[in-house]
């Protein structure tokens, strides 16, 4: 899976239904630009707090995408 790509739908879908906790969150740590660890941990990290965060705003299918993205970007931070 695309990281850059998938963050970017999920992004795109939050923004039409107005999810700012889990915009919020991204945001923190998005976008993503270089291969720095530290840039792939910080992304990491506003991944893993939509999910702890604002689990309440997400479809199933955004859930199972974001649990692929927290696993992907667990191996491009931790490489």
């Known amino acids: 899976m695309d990281v850059h790509e998938g ?3 999920l992004i795109d879908a939050w923004c039409q239904r107005r ?3 889990a915009l919020r969150e ?7 630009e270089g291969g720095l660890t530290d840039q792939w941990a910080e992304g ?6 939509v999910r702890a ?7 199933d299918s ?6 692929a993205l927290i696993s992907t970007t667990e191996r491009l931070a931790f490489r």
Not at 26 to 32: F, Q
Not at 62 to 67: G, M, S, T, V
């Open 44 to 49: 990491l990290d506003a991944l893993r707090a």
């Open 62 to 67: 955004e859930r199972e995408q974001l649990e």
């Open 26 to 32: 991204i945001l923190r740590g998005w976008p993503i």
């Open 7 to 9: 963050v970017n739908r």
């Open 19 to 21: 999810c700012l906790t």
């Open 53 to 59: 965060l604002a689990d309440h705003e997400l479809t």
